[in-house]
């Protein structure tokens, strides 16, 4: 392998503590700012995810792992984030590389990982069994072995919380990160395999680009847990796949969660580049806890719109290498021609496009999409009801509480959403109206709430404390005789 000072390398699989050759060859890795290929990742074929499960199987049913008590699992997850910590800039090098993360971001994508590893340490040694009255005891034992399917956007960090959050509960891992960004899960394994004592087995690392191989993550039998964030088509494929052996499942999934401000809400530049970019320019339209519906009263709404474009034109895209760049690329061709089809798709459906649309002036190579904003978009339209992931904000006006309501409860998701405005009481009244699995009013932050969502958007939580760490574990009730 290269040198520890870069992360970017030409890796193999890892499984059960070593290194191995893929059998299926290997595929491009690609750097969506400059569409050049930045390295090759290792393609398993079948056999060679089969292997990394029957290793984790081995490493839950019989390994160290096994015997070993929340202390040392927290001990061992504390190098993890040490580790994590010590190699940040390495890590946000290659985010910016290979998928497009900017500086302003690096916060959430990248040094929120070590945090992760840390809180998931600590919680390990918080673990402990509940009495219920009389005679009886809750406890909470993990699952076993839990395949984890990652998405490109935030790699990193969900990789880091999933595995972190799994290893803390007691459980074996098969990592399975998206075919876009497997450096991101490789390089984890390495800090893994070269800073920590989680032994052989425990963490495992494959990087298919085949469905057959992938599929095996969510019908294998000897898989007790499938976590998955993703999309929400994909998540219910996973969620039937699943089912044939009833496997435990967390599903984080999409959103098109709604930002709605209140008409007697104070509108300050401040609030309006936040909303920018909680709605639309974050990680260039690519999250799914993005409020890309925002929903403004004919009272504010010209004002809020036009102030909003000219934050939009003045946003800087470009290459995320750049230290002065606020938005970076989309991940791929293929998405960039999906989010222009979604957009000229609104247009025709009657929609206004009041800003961008188009490739982003002087940016001719890479996956970039300029800040987008329609209005006058009727709440059932396509544009209003699919997740676009891209950096396309869609307006839409409403008449007074009751239609904000109704309009932002109008989706097949409820991940996220906002509520703005100068009387608290009420803003929160209307927020507890709306379907959705975490929303903030004025901008709070949310802290370690638990993350997860309504409908499509999902089952179970992330996060949230033990709470998040009973997801990866099954509770057992004990009668001890008095």
């Known amino acids: 392998m290269a040198d520890a000072n870069t992360l970017v390398d030409t890796y193999p699989l890892y499984i059960d503590g070593r290194w191995v050759e893929p059998q299926a060859g290997r595929y491009a890795d690609i750097c969506p700012a400059t569409e050049a290929v930045i390295a090759t990742a290792p393609d398993a074929d079948c056999s060679q995810v089969q292997a990394a499960i029957a290793a984790a199987r081995r490493a839950f049913d019989s390994g160290p792992w096994a015997q070993a008590g929340p202390e040392e699992r927290a001990r061992?997850?504390?190098?993890?984030?040490?580790?994590?910590?010590?190699?940040?800039?390495?890590?946000?090098?290659?985010?910016?590389?290979?998928?497009?993360?900017?500086?302003?971001?690096?916060?959430?994508?990248?040094?929120?990982?070590?945090?992760?590893?840390?809180?998931?340490?600590?919680?390990?040694?918080?673990?402990?069994?509940?009495?219920?009255?009389?005679?009886?005891?809750?406890?909470?034992?993990?699952?076993?072995?839990?395949?984890?399917?990652?998405?490109?956007?935030?790699?990193?960090?969900?990789?880091?919380?999933?595995?972190?959050?799994?290893?803390?509960?007691?459980?074996?891992?098969?990592?399975?990160?998206?075919?876009?960004?497997?450096?991101?899960?490789?390089?984890?394994?390495?800090?893994?395999?070269?800073?920590?004592?989680?032994?052989?087995?425990?963490?495992?690392?494959?990087?298919?680009?085949?469905?057959?191989?992938?599929?095996?993550?969510?019908?294998?039998?000897?898989?007790?847990?499938?976590?998955?964030?993703g999309s929400s088509a994909v998540g219910c494929q996973v969620m039937s796949a699943a089912g044939s052996t009833m496997k435990r499942i967390l599903l984080e999934c999409g959103g098109k969660s709604?930002?709605?401000?209140?008409?007697?809400?104070?509108?300050?530049?401040?609030?309006?580049?936040?909303?920018l970019f909680d709605c639309c320019s974050m990680h260039a339209g690519q999250a799914c806890i993005l409020h890309s519906r925002l929903l403004l009263p004919d009272r504010l709404h010209d004002e809020i719109v036009d102030r909003l474009v000219d934050f939009a034109r003045a946003l800087r895209v470009g290459d995320p290498t750049d230290p002065s760049a606020q938005m970076g690329p989309l991940i791929s061709a293929t998405q960039l021609d999906r989010v222009q089809a979604y957009v000229a798709g609104a247009v025709d459906d009657g929609a206004r496009l009041v800003t961008g649309g188009a490739r982003p002036p002087g940016l001719d190579v890479g996956f970039y999409f300029e800040p987008t904003i329609l209005t006058e978009v009727d709440p059932d339209a396509r544009i209003a009801q699919?997740?676009?992931?891209?950096?396309?904000?869609?307006?839409?006006?409403?008449?007074?509480?009751?239609?904000?309501?109704?309009?932002?409860?109008?989706?097949?998701?409820?991940?996220?959403?906002?509520?703005?405005?100068?009387?608290?009481?009420?803003?929160?009244?209307?927020?507890?109206?709306?379907?959705?699995?975490?929303?903030?009013?004025?901008?709070?932050?949310?802290?370690e709430a638990p993350f997860g969502g309504f409908k499509q958007s999902g089952l179970g939580r992330e996060g949230g404390g033990i709470a998040g760490l009973h997801q990866y574990m099954e509770p057992k009730a004990i009668g001890i005789p008095a």
Not at 180 to 191: C, H, N, V
Request: aromatic letters at 4%.
């Open 76 to 229: 061992c997850l504390h190098q993890l984030g040490e580790a994590l910590r010590d190699h940040g800039g390495e890590f946000f090098a290659l985010s910016q590389i290979e998928w497009g993360c900017v500086a302003n971001e690096r916060a959430m994508q990248v040094d929120s990982a070590a945090v992760m590893a840390d809180r998931s340490a600590e919680l390990a040694t918080k673990l402990g069994d509940e009495p219920l009255g009389g005679t009886a005891l809750l406890c909470h034992e993990p699952l076993g072995v839990v395949s984890i399917l990652t998405p490109w956007n935030f790699p990193h960090c969900l990789n880091v919380m999933k595995v972190s959050n799994a290893l803390a509960a007691g459980n074996t891992v098969v990592l399975k990160p998206s075919p876009l960004t497997p450096l991101a899960g490789l390089a984890l394994a390495r800090m893994i395999d070269e800073y920590t004592d989680i032994p052989p087995g425990v963490v495992n690392v494959v990087t298919p680009s085949g469905v057959e191989a992938a599929k095996l993550l969510t019908t294998d039998p000897r898989i007790d847990m499938v976590s998955f964030t």
């Open 258 to 275: 709604a930002s709605i401000v209140l008409d007697d809400a104070e509108i300050t530049d401040d609030m309006l580049q936040r909303m």
């Open 386 to 447: 699919e997740e676009v992931f891209g950096p396309v904000l869609s307006v839409l006006r409403y008449r007074d509480d009751e239609e904000a309501v109704a309009i932002a409860n109008n989706s097949r998701y409820g991940l996220s959403g906002a509520v703005w405005g100068t009387d608290v009481s009420r803003a929160v009244a209307v927020a507890r109206r709306i379907r959705t699995g975490q929303i903030a009013v004025n901008g709070c932050g949310l802290g």
